[in-house]
């Protein structure tokens, strides 16, 4: 079930003016409804940014829950000017009889991370610009802002360096909880996704700071999995 946090978003760029260089992150919360091979499940899913203790940080949490399981993404990090700077990430499921989860905290003094999950303890290096899964998705933000429609990033899962690649394919127009919004149709793709068949979409809405409004995992091709928008509170649009 780890492609249901792939589900989560791409909080991409950001034309409000509070998103300008060197201004704060608007705070906001948004939750979802997950659906697999487009039938409603009891999955529901929240996505929260909000100010952490001291200046310039933040605290970012995407959770799945029902009673079948539990699907847990938290960062907390520094903005530093469009540049975030992880400091600690963990990812936690349970769910189906399993129960999984790593803890990782980023040393970046010494350039290494400290990854506790229940598979052991790793001490690793990483890369200066690495970012964890939830606050390389806020950098891409500042990137599209420019006009570029392609991101790279390297983020650090578990002991795991992986690299990702976004790419805007396409413009919609569909229906949210604020009304009909014109959207950036947003490729995610992955080293490890050798597959045609496997892919990652988001529908990201400019008019709320490139806010998800709708996600599609792909898995193969009898397995796919939907995750809309459902409620929304934030900057809303112009």
């Known amino acids: 079930m780890r492609y249901l946090s792939g589900l989560a978003l791409v909080v991409a760029a950001s034309l409000l ?4 260089a060197g201004a704060s992150l608007p705070p906001f919360s948004a939750e979802y409804r997950i659906y697999v091979n487009k039938i409603p499940t009891p999955i529901k899913a929240d996505l929260v940014l909000e100010p952490a203790s001291g200046e310039d940080r933040y605290h970012m949490r995407f959770e799945a829950h029902s009673w079948l399981l539990n699907n847990r993404e938290e960062s907390w990090f520094r903005w530093n000017d469009c540049a975030p700077r992880t400091e600690r990430y963990t990812h936690e499921f349970k769910g189906f009889g399993k129960h999984r989860y790593h803890d990782t905290d980023f040393n970046w003094e010494q350039g290494r991370a400290v990854s506790e999950s229940d598979s052991g303890d790793e001490s690793f290096p990483i890369p200066d610009q690495a970012l964890d899964e939830l606050s390389m998705l806020l950098r891409a933000r500042c990137v599209f802002a420019t006009g570029d429609k392609e991101y ?5 899962y578990g002991d795991d360096i992986r690299e990702h690649h976004f790419i805007v394919i396409d413009r919609e127009t569909i229906d949210t909880p604020m009304g009909d919004l014109d959207t950036l149709v947003v ?3 992955r080293e490890e996704d050798k597959e045609e068949s496997r892919r990652t979409l988001f ?3 400019p008019e709320v700071g490139y806010m998800v409004v709708k996600a599609r995992h ?21």
């Open 203 to 205: 529908w990201v809405a």
């Open 17 to 20: 003016p509070a998103l300008a």
């Open 152 to 156: 790279s990033a390297t983020s650090v």
């Open 187 to 189: 490729e995610k793709k």
């Open 218 to 238: 792909i898995e193969s091709a009898l397995l796919h999995g939907e995750l809309i928008m459902t409620e929304y509170n934030g900057p809303t649009p112009d």
